[in-house]
C-alpha cells in the first residue's frame, strides 16, 4: 500500500512540474508575441528593459568582488552588484519623486 501511496505522490509531482513549466513558458511566451505583433506599444517596455540592464550592468562594474567568508569571488561580485542595483534604483526612485513633486509645484 505504502509503495503506491508513493508512486502516486511521485506521479502527482511530475504533473505539477509540468504544469508549472507550461504557466512559466507561456507567461514568457506570450508577452512576446504580443509585443512582436505591435512593436510601437512595445517601445515604453523595452526602454525600462534596457535602462535596468544598464543600472544592472553598471552595478557590476562597480562591484568589489573580493571574497568574504565561504563565499566565491564570483558569487560576491554578484552579491555586490545586487546590493548596489537596489541602492542605484532606489535613489533613482526618489530622484523621480522628487523631480514629480518640484514640477507640479510650478504647473
Given amino acids: 500500500m505504502s509503495e503506491n501511496f508513493e508512486s502516486l505522490i511521485e506521479t502527482g509531482m511530475f504533473v505539477t512540474y509540468g504544469l508549472i513549466a507550461i504557466a512559466a513558458a507561456t507567461s514568457i511566451l506570450f508577452p512576446i508575441v ?3 505583433k505591435d512593436i510601437r506599444k512595445a517601445k515604453g517596455v523595452l526602454i525600462g528593459i534596457v535602462v535596468l540592464a544598464a543600472v544592472l550592468l553598471f552595478a557590476y562594474a562597480i562591484s568589489s568582488g573580493e571574497p568574504y567568508d565561504n563565499v566565491s569571488a564570483t558569487a560576491s561580485r554578484w552579491i555586490s552588484a545586487g546590493i548596489n542595483s537596489v541602492f542605484l534604483l532606489a535613489g533613482l526612485a526618489v530622484v ?5 513633486e518640484v514640477v507640479k509645484i510650478f504647473k
Fill in 34 to 36: 504580443h509585443y512582436i
Fill in 96 to 100: 523621480a519623486a522628487v523631480f514629480t
